[in-house]
């Protein structure tokens, strides 16, 4: 069973910055990629940033150049730096875990508030 716990959501004015952790634990077998999705209200959850085995890097456009994806294999931890943030970045951030199979696994969320 893989388990995973995320942490570093919060309130932050526009413009700040917020760290996103997520740390996976259990019987993990051949990473296929790491990384966050997020839904805000009455929207599609969306990929935002995800590390792929093999040291590449998939971002939305809407975060390119603010946010930052990334992983600590030793520690199969999956971190998304976000800096510059906007009132549109508002949202629940998904921590995703691709393995093997292919098998999909999610957190439980975090709740991101980007507000003055």
């Known amino acids: 069973q893989v388990q995973l716990v995320e942490s570093g959501g919060g309130l932050v004015q526009p413009g700040g910055s917020l760290r996103l952790s997520c740390a996976a634990s259990g019987s993990i077998f051949s990473i296929n990629a790491m990384g966050w999705y997020r839904q805000a209200p009455g929207k599609q959850r969306e990929l935002v940033a995800r590390s792929i085995s093999g040291g590449l890097q998939d971002y939305a456009d809407s975060v390119k150049g603010r946010f930052t994806v990334s992983r600590d294999n030793a520690k199969n931890t999956v971190y998304l730096q976000m800096n510059s943030l906007k009132p549109e970045d508002t949202a629940v951030y998904y921590c995703?875990?691709?393995?093997?199979?292919?098998?999909?696994?999610w957190g439980q969320g975090t709740q991101v508030t980007v507000s003055s």
């Open positions: 995703n875990l691709v393995i093997r199979g292919p098998v999909n696994y």
